[in-house]
């Protein structure tokens, strides 16, 4: 059964990058089965879906967060990571890493990290 | 993007109901939705995704219908651990995604 697990700092400063890494067990990530994703909750605006990496490295990114977004690989450590620069009081969120199917759904959930960005 | 609208946002239900759901897309999504369960404190789980395919280890009361623009989620006979929320999320312009805005079910 495959398990994903965050893990980053919890407080950012404003304009700083937010950095978080997902470490996934019981699945290899460079197997080409599946999509690896994050997404993030916010109290208000809801769940928004960020972006993901396959296993060749290749990337989507939502449009709405594209110039500041970088999701990256660590086929050696079996993680996958994510940047987001610039950052802002609206970038405070639940960060989840998630598998998504090839269709497109999310089939697997880490449990998720709170990133609050205060000064 | 295809917006994604779930009502009621709030329902209020009594352990044994049968309880349905329901999702709005703003364009066809054919069958390409999903439901997923957020209990409070918890990650979303995968309910049921290709608008009625229950996901691994999901109760049998748990179910789906619908296609194109409108979908539903019942549940046959509602459990204490049934309280939750619940989001549609639709997959067929993906990506990205594009979830609703849920529905909570609270004791009545």
């Known amino acids: 059964q495959v398990q994903l697990q965050e893990s980053g700092p919890g407080l950012v400063r404003p304009s700083q990058t937010l950095s978080l890494t997902c470490t996934v067990s019981g699945d290899s990530i460079k197997g080409g089965g599946h999509y690896w994703s994050w997404i993030r909750q916010h109290p208000v605006r809801g769940l928004e879906w960020i972006g993901y990496i396959y296993s060749g490295g290749a990337t989507y990114y939502n449009p709405s967060l594209r110039s500041r977004v970088t999701v990256s690989l660590d086929t050696a450590r079996n993680q996958f990571s994510l940047n987001l620069t610039s950052v802002t009081a609206a970038d405070t969120a639940m960060y989840f890493c998630?598998?998504?199917?090839?269709?497109?759904?999310?089939?697997?959930w880490g449990q998720g990290t709170l990133v609050t960005v205060s000064s | 993007e295809i917006v994604m609208t779930q009502s009621p946002a709030t329902l209020s239900v009594s352990p044994g109901e049968r309880v349905t759901l329901s999702c709005r897309a703003s364009q066809s999504v054919s069958a390409n939705l999903a439901w997923y369960q957020q209990r409070p404190g918890q990650a979303p789980r995968l309910l049921i995704y290709a608008g009625s395919t229950r996901a691994t280890g999901i109760p049998a009361r748990f179910s789906g219908r619908g296609f194109g623009t409108e979908f539903t989620l019942t549940i046959s006979s509602l459990q204490s651990e049934d309280l939750a929320t619940y989001y549609c999320q639709q997959f067929n312009n993906w990506p990205p995604a594009s979830f609703g805005q849920g529905t909570r079910l609270e004791i009545k």
């Open positions: 998630v598998r998504d199917h090839l269709r497109g759904f999310s089939d697997s």
